[in-house]
């Protein structure tokens, strides 16, 4: 397996190496005990670029490990718009460009 760093800390690109036969070609994705061997004793995220797959998994997990921020506004505050425009886009036949009243 190929290890590649990158420019983010702590995050490193494996690529596997691809076997062919007449069969046609094919990879071991992952596999636990050859990426110890390499150091690399951290959790792992396999995402498909090709269906999706595996990213709420990884953003589930990063999101545990970000810390809480403060709230952006006040409680009970739902928009900074003013009422009128909130209407308005509700709305649908207030949608056509005119003055506010």
Do not use: C, W
């Not at 995402?47 to 997990?61: F, K, N, Q």
């Not at 003013?82 to 886009?89: I, Q, V, Y």
């Amino acid at each position: 397996m190929k290890v590649t760093p990158t420019e983010l800390p702590e995050v490193l690109l494996l690529e596997p190496k691809v076997f062919g036969d007449e069969r046609g070609f094919f990879f071991e994705s992952y596999n636990r005990r050859a990426l110890a061997e390499l150091g690399l004793d951290a959790e792992v995220f396999p995402i498909s670029a090709r269906r999706g797959t595996g990213m709420p998994e990884l953003v589930a997990h990063l999101a545990a490990l970000m810390p809480a921020g403060p709230f952006l506004f006040a409680v009970g505050a739902s928009s900074d718009q003013s009422l009128e425009l909130l209407l308005a886009a509700m709305l649908p036949e207030t949608r056509t460009p005119r003055p506010l009243p």
